[in-house]
């Protein structure tokens, strides 16, 4: 199974080079992108390319947090999945959340890949306009959705007993980012939030247990 978004685009190559990764008994692909920033008639391109490896279940867990902050983990646009699998443990996209289900499907996937092909190729696009995308727009409790998601990594490294210091340090930088993009989204142009009411987001924030350590 492979997810594309209807205003992406894919390289004329791309199901041909995951397909193949699959076929050498891999539980699950992952594949480089590019994000396309358009802007009215001109577009801004940002390549991202990991490096070409497999990976069994333990090495894969180690580099997890690498993975991660490099941004090749979320979204599930750049791989390439067995429909068995989910069939199998039920993986469904939670409902109840609009911002990071893509991330705690690919947690819960991730759980039981016993091998993982990383192509190096950018073979998706991703397009990202001005004004029409989710990211764009004020986030009413940002931080707490911010929260959510890293802790749900963290457990999931302990659950995997890959918690090392080196995927703490790069799952924290990660987390460090957001914060500072919750900080940010207080301040965006559709805020309805009073200064009292920003000043004690963001007393809560930099005083919460997760961002203290």
Known sequence: IQFIDADDYIETNMIDKLVRAKEEGTDLVICGY?????????SEVIKRSPTNVIYNKE???LHFGELYK???????????????S?????ILFPENISLGEDLLFNLQYMTDCNKVKIIGD????????NNDSLTSKFKVNFFGNQKMLYIKVKEF???NRAYTEKNKIFVGMS?????IGCLGNLFHQNSNLTVKKKREVIDRIINDNSVME
């Open 157 to 159: 490294l302990i659950l």
């Open 59 to 61: 090495e894969f867990m």
């Open 86 to 90: 989910i069939r199998k443990h039920n």
């Open 175 to 179: 987390y460090g980012k957001n914060i």
């Open 34 to 42: 590019n994000c396309v920033y358009k802007k009215g008639c001109s």
């Open 122 to 129: 950018a073979l998706y696009n991703y397009t990202k306009y």
């Open 70 to 84: 490099n941004v090749f983990i979320s979204s599930p646009c750049n791989k390439f999945y067995s429909s068995k």
